[in-house]
């Protein structure tokens, strides 16, 4: 997503980040087999994994995007009151071209799985830049 922003040039309109629902990975940066596919495209993941932190991510974020159904719950279950539930989103419902339920998890698909995951984003990030710049 933050390829596509800086492509068109709305950095400093548009802030970006990326957190998970469990903290099993804080501190790590993508899986290096991801990096090496998103390179091939042209996009350089620099994020370093954190895990949601509720009350600040749901205040300043428009937008809080699960990427399965199980992420979908845990971020509903973050907000417990369910005050957010107009910034929860799947990010599938933003792709434009493709029809898929969820981002599948890449780790176990080999090469195929990691440019799946990919083909499926950047039709999705595609999808949310063009909603974001309809509100703009």
């Given amino acids: ?23 099993y990975h804080t501190g790590e940066p993508a899986d290096s087999r991801m ?3 998103a390179r091939r495209r042209g996009f350089k993941l620099t994020s370093i994994s954190r895990a949601v ?3 600040a991510d749901f205040e ?5 995007i699960g990427m399965d ?13 369910g005050r957010f539930d107009n910034k929860l989103y799947k990010m599938t419902d933003f792709c434009q071209n493709r029809r898929e339920e969820s ?9 195929a799985g990691f440019e799946l995951v990919l083909d499926i984003l950047q039709d999705a990030c595609a999808g949310l830049l063009k ?6």
């Avoid at 997503?1 to 629902?21: F, P, Q, R, W, Y």
């Avoid at 300043?60 to 809080?64: E, G, N, Q, R, T």
């Avoid at 981002?103 to 090469?111: H, I």
């Fill in 103 to 111: 981002v599948p998890d890449p780790y176990y698909g080999g090469d």
């Fill in 35 to 37: 990096q090496k596919h």
């Fill in 53 to 55: 932190l509720p009350a």
């Fill in 1 to 23: 997503m933050n390829g596509l922003v800086n492509k068109a040039g709305l950095e400093n309109e548009i802030s970006c980040d990326s957190a998970g629902t469990i903290a």
């Fill in 69 to 81: 159904d199980d992420n979908m719950r845990d971020l509903r279950a973050l907000d417990k009151n």
């Fill in 60 to 64: 300043k974020f428009d937008y809080i």
């Fill in 131 to 136: 909603k974001i710049m309809k509100e703009m």
